[in-house]
Structure formats: structure tokens, C-alpha cells
């Protein structure tokens, strides 16, 4: 579904993919780790098209999206969310989640209203529909992310730290709404210092270190490896 073939980007001396190659197929469930600044953030805009590539190629669906700008990628089918929030303040719950209907998936009239409610229902906001989304706490914020990037109607879905901040049943109920999504196909990819949270939900873990791949495969494999411990954990030791 997704493939980067050797991206490469810096900000001046700083390297943030190094000839940086991965793939996720359809359905699949990938969490994203790494030590801070190990250029997680930076791969999401690269995928969704905040960033452009100094060299590589990203390909979704079988096609080069590389060129192609943020709105036509979503349009595609590549959804995200941002680690700050970022809804629209003085807006409400629902018409926040109605413009990600309208704009990303392309829903008009009624059919638009509707699938913006189901939303709302799936992400456990429907009683805050008619709040001002600048009124929301934390949680709420997060849930609210979450809905505007599912109402987008993804077929990857990007999910930066949605569990940072909040208390363990909080994260729970979270990746409640991430399982659901699962549920239906979507393919996950979810940057997340919270591990039990994503331990739980995915089933292939990748870890990033100044750009580059130091880890692949099933969850437990990769956090027991030598290089992830050296590079995350600051701890050598492990298989
Ligand atoms: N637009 C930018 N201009 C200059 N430097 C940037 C820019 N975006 C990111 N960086 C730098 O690139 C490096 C990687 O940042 P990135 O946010 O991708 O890391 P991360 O792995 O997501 O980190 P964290 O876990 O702290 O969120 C950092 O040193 C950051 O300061």
C-alpha cells in the first residue's frame, strides 16, 4: 500500500531520513518508534506531503505520490493526524469533523452530515457535537484529532502520538477507537512513546534512529535487539 524507496531529507546539518526505505502493506497495523529527534514526525510529513523528499520516492497505491501536495494525497486515501491538535478553534465538534468529511472524502449535502455523525459516534463524541472545539480538554482534543482524520475516510491511517498526556484508561479508550479502525481495514501507522499502547494494538514494530531503519518486524523482536536498545533505551544489551 505504502512504499518509500530511499527518501532522503536534512534541514541543513540535520538528518531526518537517511536513504530511508519502508513498506506497509494493506491492513497492516505498524507502530513507529524511536529515541527524540529520530525523524518519526519528519516521516510522517513525507508520507502525507507536509514534506517534500530531497531524494526518493514515495508510492501509494501503486502510484508516485511524491509530487502530489497534501490535499491530493488525503483524497487518495492517506489520513493523519498532528501530535498538537489542530482542529478548527471557533468551529464545533461536528462542523470540525464535517469540513475532514467534505474536503478529504469528498461528501456533500446530508450523505456528509451523516457520515460526520457516525464519526462523532465511533470516537465517543457525539454528546459534544454542538461544542465549540476551543472548549475541549485533552482527551476530547485527541478524540476529536482522531475523528477528523477517519472522516477524511483513510485507507492509511497516520496517528502521531494520540496517547501522549493522557492517563492509562484514557489511553485505553483511545486505542479502543484505533482497534475499531483496524476493525475495518485500515492500515495503521502510529508514532508512540506510550509502547503498551501500541504493543497492544499493532503487530510490527519499526524503529527509527537519525533517519534510518534500525529495527523491523514483530513487536517483541525489535524491542529485545541490541541496535533498538542502543539506539531507544540507551541500554545495550538483549538478542
Ligand atoms: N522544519 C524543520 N526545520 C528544521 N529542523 C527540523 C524541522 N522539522 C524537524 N526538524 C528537526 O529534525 C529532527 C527530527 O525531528 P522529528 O520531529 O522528525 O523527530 P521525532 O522522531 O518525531 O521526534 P519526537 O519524538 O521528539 O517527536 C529534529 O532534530 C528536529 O529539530
Known amino acids: ?97 464535517l469540513v475532514a468529511a467534505q474536503q478529504g472524502a469528498g461528501e456533500r449535502g446530508r450523505a456528509a452530515v451523516a457520515a460526520a455523525r457516525a464519526v462523532l459516534d465511533r470516537a465517543g463524541l457525539a454528546p459534544l457535537a454542538a461544542r465549540r472545539a476551543r472548549q475541549l480538554g485533552l482527551l476530547q482534543r485527541k478524540r476529536l484529532e482522531l475523528a477528523r482524520a477517519l472522516a477524511t475516510r483513510p485507507a492509511l491511517l497516520l496517528l502521531d502520538e494520540v496517547a501522549g498526556g493522557l492517563t492509562d484508561p484514557e489511553v485505553a479508550e483511545l486505542v479502543d477507537i484505533v482497534r475499531a479502525a483496524r476493525a475495518d481495514g485500515l492500515a495503521v501507522l502510529w508514532i508512540e512513546h506510550v509502547v503498551r499502547a501500541l504493543t497492544s494494538t499493532v503487530d510490527r514494530l519499526v524503529c527509527l534512529a537519525g533517519g534510518r531503519v534500525v529495527g523491523d518486524g514483530r513487536p517483541e523482536d525489535v524491542l529485545a535487539s541490541r541496535a533498538v536498545r542502543e539506539v531507544f533505551l540507551g541500554t545495550p544489551g538483549g538478542a
Open 1 to 97: 500500500m505504502l512504499e518509500l524507496d530511499r527518501i532522503s531529507k536534512r534541514f541543513g546539518q540535520v538528518v531526518v531520513a537517511d536513504e530511508l526505505s519502508l513498506q506497509v502493506g494493506a491492513g497492516d497495523a505498524v507502530g513507529l518508534v524511536g529515541p527524540n529527534g529520530a525523524g518519526k514526525t519528519s516521516l510522517f510529513g513525507l508520507v502525507s506531503g507536509d514534506l517534500s523528499p530531497d531524494s526518493g520516492e514515495v508510492r501509494f497505491l501503486g502510484r508516485s505520490v511524491t509530487r502530489l501536495d497534501t490535499a491530493g494525497r488525503c483524497r487518495l486515501g492517506i489520513g493523519r493526524t498532528y501530535q498538537v491538535p489542530r482542529p478548527f478553534p471557533e468551529l464545533t465538534v461536528l462542523e470540525n469533523v
